[in-house]
């Protein structure tokens, strides 16, 4: 299995300020790498996709990067909905696996 | 309007047999353009792809719990059904069904669109 390590586990910021979330695979996964965000009592949404593509109705202050085995995710300009859990996903090879989570929370 | 709206049993004794229906709206579990699935998150933790399935009668299993899941489908009804035997502790976890996106390369494991989620709780 592609192991998918994200990090930090916990971020704590502030509205209006830029972060970036990091996720690293065990192996070369090309671009096939997926971000969600999951807020507290909610199923997971799709942000972002193929590494960099986002997803129709995702606010552009989110963007993608990376390939191979490193990846991020960042938001360009926190916002109060963006206070939540967000998850890394390959989809290269079976079994699809997910990061452990990042929770973004409050400074 | 897509809809997913999963049923299940909520408690379940160690050693049961999990079942839990997907009663999919507003979309068809036999479009070629989707593949549909599970996936559990017990609470306060990460996600676990369980399996997914496509209209052609394709299924994937993770292989972790391969031994002891079955994803059946019913087209009339546009439902999908998990069935997980011999369950213990470790598989308390709320249980979501999802719409996977066909990219026709292979890569099919872009989950675009999650249910609410059932929970289940196995426990004597």
């Known amino acids: 299995d592609i192991q998918m390590t994200q990090s930090p586990s916990t971020l704590s910021a502030s509205v209006g300020d830029r972060i970036t979330i990091t996720c690293r695979a065990s192996?070369?996964?090309?671009?096939?790498l997926a971000w969600y965000q999951q807020r507290p009592g909610k199923a997971p949404e799709l942000l972002i996709y193929k590494a960099s593509s986002l997803e129709s109705g995702v606010p552009s202050t989110f963007s993608g990067s990376g390939s191979g085995t490193e990846f991020t995710l960042t938001i360009s300009s926190l916002q109060p909905d963006d206070f939540a859990t967000y998850y890394c996903q390959q989809y290269n090879s079976y079994p699809w696996t997910f990061g452990q989570g990042t929770k973004v929370e409050v400074k | 309007q897509l809809q997913v709206q999963e049923s299940g049993p909520g408690l379940l004794k160690p050693s049961e047999t999990l079942s839990i229906t997907c009663t999919v709206s507003?979309?068809?579990?036999?479009?070629?353009?989707?593949?549909w699935g599970w996936i559990r998150q017990p609470l306060g933790q990460g996600l676990e792809w369980i399996g997914s399935f496509y209209y052609s009668g394709s299924t994937y299993y993770n292989p972790s719990l391969k031994s002891r899941v079955t994803i059946s489908v019913d087209t009339s009804k546009n439902q999908f059904s998990l069935k997980l035997g011999s369950v213990t502790a470790a598989d308390t976890a709320l249980y979501y069904c999802?719409?996977?996106?066909?990219?026709?390369?292979?890569?099919?494991?872009?989950?675009?669109?999650w249910g609410q989620g059932t929970l289940v709780t196995v426990s004597s």
């Open positions: 192996q070369s996964i090309s671009s096939w």
């Open positions: 507003g979309g068809s579990i036999s479009s070629r353009s989707y593949y």
């Open positions: 999802a719409r996977l996106r066909n990219t026709a390369t292979a890569k099919d494991g872009l989950i675009d669109y």
